[in-house]
């Protein structure tokens, strides 16, 4: 059997004169990135600049968008309706498609970040403020959600083309969710086990969770997060050892997606 993985990495997470992550490091070793368009991080010019070292290595590229949290990294859950979500996603991608547009790029999908991404998971009133918003924009564009979460089933019920993400540095719940950020083992640090754990996921479909269940998550992209002290070196290893064993590392597409 052939498989094929697409390696994607949230970047442009910088802020003024802020700098957060090793994006032109980690850059050559990932097939897609989730650009921050402003609200939880980035800001025009580092946008431009994440933008053109996608256009160097030939990266495609997709918006982040994030709840309005600066101060908190778009990692605190806020009180938001529908209405106030799809306003945010769709100002948040209209501005990412405006550089892409300059660069000579193409915007090729959407995933939401971090709160915004594991409330609209569990939320479909929120999941589908996000469907709509991107479908509006532009019904091309590809939506990134957690495996069997409400963003996948809102994308879908839309006609949106869905691709079903699994965290390799991050620990799942036996239910399939993400374990919580202020859990003590919510992340994995080393660039051995996330490199196993991406064999496994590939070839099997399955994924072992915090507690030792093993769960069927099947998936079309796997994320490294870009703000991780060690994300160059996950990023590295989980290449070299998906390469090494003859896994194609091809961006997402409407064909596979």
Not at 89 to 111: C, E, P, S
Request: proline fraction near 4%; charged fraction near 20%.
């Amino acid at each position: 059997m052939n498989f094929i993985i697409d390696l994607n990495c949230d970047l442009g997470e910088g802020f003024g004169v802020y700098t957060l992550g090793n994006d032109a490091a980690i850059m050559p070793h990932v097939t897609s990135i989730n650009v921050a368009a402003g609200f939880h991080a980035g800001d025009p010019a580092t946008i431009r600049q994440t933008l053109e070292l996608a256009l160097n290595h030939k990266v495609n590229v997709g918006a982040h968008p994030g709840l309005p949290d600066l101060v908190g990294f778009g990692r605190r859950n806020l009180s938001v309706s529908a209405q106030e979500v799809y306003d945010l996603v769709l100002y948040q991608i209209g501005a990412v498609y405006g550089f892409t547009r300059a660069a000579g790029l193409t915007l090729m999908h959407v995933k939401p970040h971090g709160a915004l991404y594991n409330m609209a998971s569990k939320d479909r009133f929120l999941a589908d403020a996000i469907a709509l918003a991107i479908h509006r924009f532009d019904w091309n564009l590809i939506l990134v959600g957690l495996a069997g979460s409400e963003l996948i089933h809102a994308g879908q019920a839309i006609g949106l083309t869905t691709a079903s993400e699994g965290f390799l540095d991050r620990n799942y719940e036996s239910d399939g969710n993400l374990t919580p950020r202020n859990h003590p083992d919510a992340i994995i640090h080393s660039p051995e086990i996330v490199a196993s754990r991406a064999l496994e996921w590939i070839r099997s479909g399955v994924v072992t969770a915090r507690t030792g269940q093993r769960l069927t998550v099947m998936i079309d992209t796997l994320c490294i997060h870009g703000d991780s002290p060690n994300a160059l070196d996950l990023c590295v290893r989980v290449r070299k050892s998906l390469e090494e064993q003859q896994i194609a590392v091809q961006p997402m597409n409407k064909k596979r997606a």
